[in-house]
């Protein structure tokens, strides 16, 4: 009904950015075999995608590594039917969202890797030195939740997701978000109070 008021312009859509047009170009090219077309974009995206998989998995090591690698094999295998319905750096963002929840699940049937609050007390604490060190705090105590809190926490307060959309991703209900969201954010202050 708005866009009927207001027909858009030429002006009034958006182009897309400089850096979206050369990843499109770099995706055609990788897309057609081209290495290091390729070897630019992970460049480009590797520090994103670290991060999101680091945050969701709790692990900023090597096992967060691999798990880039592995979204990487993933793009790199899909390149070729790459629709560009969305920008190149969210469908790799996604891929490596989904990289990492699959860790998450695969993670659930093996021993000691259970939402155990146990687990929090094995982890060391923050040797703060004050206001600089709380982010790093804080990154600290998101990777001490149990795995299923923290990827409700990441996915709904860093992501924008809403809790539909977690819980169909997760394979859990509604309510079970909410209360693990609840629960995150609860451990998270106690966390941060804790270290400060």
């Not at 790459?82 to 190149?88: D, G, H, L, N, P």
Request: glycine fraction near 6%.
């Amino acid at each position: 009904m708005l866009l009927q008021a207001m027909p858009l312009t030429p002006d009034a859509i958006e182009a897309p950015s400089a850096e979206a047009c050369e990843d499109a170009a770099l995706v055609r090219r990788a897309a057609a075999a081209d290495i290091a077309a390729f070897e630019q974009l992970y460049r480009r995206h590797h520090a994103r995608m670290h991060g999101v998989i680091a945050r969701l998995v709790g692990q900023a090591g090597a096992r967060a590594e691999d798990l880039v690698q592995e979204a990487f094999v993933r793009a790199w295998q899909a390149l070729p039917a790459f629709r560009f319905e969305s920008a190149v750096s969210t469908w790799l963002h996604r891929l490596a969202v989904n990289t990492a929840l699959m860790e998450l699940r695969s993670r659930r049937g093996r021993p000691g890797m259970d939402d155990d609050e146990d687990a929090l007390d094995s982890l060391p604490t923050a040797d703060t030195a004050g206001n600089a060190m709380l982010g790093r705090d804080l990154e600290r105590a998101v990777a001490s939740l149990p795995p299923r809190a923290r990827a409700v926490l990441v996915l709904h307060d860093v992501e924008g997701w809403k809790h539909e959309e977690i819980a169909a991703e997760l394979g859990m209900a509604v309510g079970s978000s909410k209360a693990q969201l609840h629960r995150a954010r609860h451990l998270l202050r106690e966390r941060i109070g804790g270290w400060a």
